[in-house]
Nanobody
Framework: QVQLVESGGGLVQAGGSLRLSCTASRGTFSRYTMAWFRQAPGKEREFVAS???????YYADSVKGRFAISRDNAKNTVTLQIDSLKPEDTAVYYC???????????????????WGQGTQVTVSS
């Protein structure tokens, strides 16, 4: 099973930017659909963004225009660039990998086979 390790979280003021990274070990990274989810205090984990093996991306409406997901298959890394941060972006951000072949709804958490431990993003107002 692929292991995922996130990094890049931290404390930032509203309007600032962060760059989250997730590195995968084992497996054939280039074939996976990779995604970011987040869980705010007292809330359920929610989908943020995904990128398929062909490079196509999908975003939650709440982050469109501010978040950008990308991947570097040579480095087994997926990155989430977060701009114009808002206090409501405060959450633990999780990286996830799906081994599924073919189309599936990238927002579906049960479609993902491996999860990272999460990285905390805190946005102060």
């Amino acid at each position: 099973q692929v292991q995922l390790v996130e990094s890049g979280g931290g404390l930032v003021q509203a309007g600032g930017s962060l760059r989250l990274s997730c590195t995968a070990s084992r497996g054939t990274f280039s074939r996976y659909t990779m995604a970011w989810f987040r869980q705010a205090p007292g809330k359920e984990r929610e989908f943020v963004a995904s990128i398929r093996s062909d490079g196509s991306t999908y975003y939650a409406d709440s982050v469109k225009g501010r978040f950008a997901i990308s991947r570097d298959n040579a480095k087994n890394t997926v990155t989430l660039q977060i701009d114009s941060l808002k206090p409501e972006d405060t959450a633990v951000y999780y990286c996830a990998a799906s081994y599924a072949v073919g189309y599936f709804d990238p927002q579906t958490q049960r479609a993902y086979d491996s999860w990272g431990q999460g990285t905390q993003v805190t946005v102060s107002s």
